[in-house]
């Protein structure tokens, strides 16, 4: 069982930044595949960005590419997503989830089902 834990998250004027912070319990944190989804208000849970667990090739949805850089530090069992030029439609509790990596996981990378664990939540607020 991993237990995730965010941290990062607060209020923001549009144009800035914000790094956000995952912490896993597991001690085989490196063998899971991460990512970070986000909830707006009233909306669905979405996909922002995915990284397997030798931080390469990471994955990003087309609404945060070149804003958002996912990566992680296996030796500190954390993953990041460092989000840059923020706009309000940011504004969302950012979630970060885990899977065991493998080739079903590159596949479904992007859907909420190929994550079996969830953290709490940050909320990310970004003022215009």
């Known amino acids: 069982q991993v237990q995730l834990v965010e941290t990062g998250g607060g209020l923001v004027q549009a144009g800035g930044s914000l790094r956000l912070s995952c912490a896993a319990s597991d001690r085989t944190f490196s063998r899971y595949a991460m990512a970070w989804f986000s909830q707006a208000p009233g909306k669905e849970r979405v996909f922002v960005a995915a990284?397997?667990?030798?931080?390469?090739?990471?994955y990003y949805a087309d609404s945060v590419k070149g804003r958002f850089t996912i990566s992680r530090d296996n030796a500190k069992n954390t993953v990041y997503l460092q989000m840059n030029s923020l706009v309000p439609e940011d504004t969302a509790v950012y979630y970060c989830a885990a899977a065991r990596d493998s080739l079903s996981w590159v596949i479904h990378r992007d859907r909420e089902y190929a994550y079996a664990y969830w953290g709490q939540g940050t909320q990310v607020t970004v003022s215009s």
């Open positions: 990284v397997s667990w030798s931080d390469d090739n990471p």
